[in-house]
């Protein structure tokens, strides 16, 4: 479903001229075409929607990065560039949760899962990306379950 949105939306940047659009949409679908190669040749299927929308957050995180670096060089022109990226790329995530419910979402993940301890963190972190994949940071979202656990 997603491969085809960003197909659609290719021929509409492409018929509008939005050129930024345009290449990050298509550096989208190079990406995924990577991902999937890889993925054939592990002789594994198709990547489905959940690992794409995984590739595109660590695309994203790229380029905010990228961002960082650009501003602290004075390079405001390429720093908007990424920005920019980062909106295309954003508008195939859905909806981002906030630190709240991130939050509550750990809580009752720990609850569901029983966990009790650092040794049962790998059990919450995998209930919850089953669960919201593409709605949290789970880099940001495991320090806070070790938080939660060790606390």
Do not use: C, H
Request: proline residues 2%; hydrophobic residues 40%.
């Amino acid at each position: 479903m997603l491969r085809d949105a960003i197909n659609t939306a290719v021929k509409e940047a492409m018929k509008a001229k939005e050129e930024r659009k345009l290449s990050t949409l298509r550096m989208m679908n190079s990406t995924i075409k990577n991902a999937d190669i890889e993925a054939r040749g592990q002789g594994k299927p198709q990547l489905p929607d959940e690992e794409l929308l995984s590739l595109f957050q660590k695309m994203i995180k790229q380029r905010q990065e990228s961002v960082e670096l650009y501003d602290k060089g004075g390079r405001a022109e390429l720093a908007a560039q990424e920005r920019e990226e980062i909106a295309v790329i954003s508008t195939y995530l859905p909806k981002q949760l906030s630190e709240d419910d991130v939050k509550a979402a750990i809580a009752a993940a720990i609850k569901e899962t029983g966990a009790a301890s650092m040794k049962d963190m790998g059990k919450v972190v995998a209930s919850l990306k089953a669960k919201y994949a593409g709605q949290m940071d789970f880099g940001k979202a495991s320090g806070l379950v070790k938080a939660a656990l060790s606390g």
